[in-house]
């Protein structure tokens, strides 16, 4: 069975501009969450989806982030524009609706802002 | 607050040797407590997962604890191998609500030296 995929791996890209992050969940999991790690802190929690509705946006820092999960499948993550701060590792993680405590991570997305 | 804090931010041991990593919480209210160990460029995999009634839970070399009247845990490795270098994570999930994100810890490095 595929684990959680995340695309690119690592992404440099210059303040102002735009990055989008893309999570493939394991198949048949319909929650899939996005997580953040900036250096030195620990991973935080960003929003939570159920299919494809948004059960938890608590966590978007602000308004240039812009998740997405059309259809239910792969959910995508999108930073415009981006700034210095959105430097970091972004986690994607998915897990079955009978058992949403069993998270599984994906390898992460390093997004680098200069 | 709900918060997990982590003690020691990093260690050094030998291969072969014991180690124990400490994690506090202030999570409430508690649902269950995770270990997960999270190697270079990877994303956090599930070690060991405990709620509210189990003291201890062990996966192979690794043994969880879990004191929910103080709210502490402990991991326990047992004869370090050198690929259990890797970072070592305390993550705690409230009850109850709609969504179900995770509270993680700083965590602890292990680095293990031949």
């Known amino acids: 069975e595929a684990g959680v995929t995340q695309f690119p791996s690592h992404s440099v890209i210059e303040k102002g501009q735009t990055v989008t992050l893309r999570c493939d969940p394991i198949?048949?999991?319909?929650?899939l969450y996005w997580y953040r790690r900036v250096m030195g802190k620990e991973i935080k929690f960003l929003l939570h989806f159920v299919k494809e509705s948004k059960q938890d946006e608590s966590g978007m820092p602000n308004n240039r982030f812009l998740a997405e999960r059309t259809g239910g499948t792969y959910s995508t993550l999108k930073v415009q524009p981006a700034e210095l701060e959105d430097s970091g590792v972004y986690f994607c993680?998915?897990?079955?609706?009978?058992?949403?405590?069993?998270?599984?991570f994906g390898p992460g997305t390093r997004l680098t802002v200069t | 607050k709900n918060q997990v804090e982590q003690s020691p931010q990093s260690l050094i041991i030998l291969e072969g040797k014991n180690c124990t990593l400490q994690c506090n919480y202030t999570v409430s209210p508690f649902s269950n407590l995770r270990w997960y160990k999270q190697d270079t460029g990877r994303g956090p995999v599930s070690l060991t997962i405990?709620?509210?009634?189990?003291n201890t839970k062990s996966n192979g070399r690794y043994t969880a604890t879990l004191d929910a009247d103080t709210k502490q845990s402990s991991l326990h490795i047992t004869a370090s191998q050198l690929s259990d270098s890797a970072s070592y994570i305390c993550?705690?999930?409230?009850?109850?609500?709609?969504?179900?994100?995770?509270?993680f810890g700083t965590g602890t490095l292990l680095a293990v030296q031949p």
């Open positions: 405990m709620t509210f009634s189990e």
């Open positions: 198949s048949g999991h319909d929650n």
């Open positions: 993550v705690v999930s409230a009850w109850g609500g709609a969504t179900n994100k995770l509270i």
């Open positions: 993680a998915s897990s079955q609706a009978r058992n949403p405590y069993e998270q599984y």
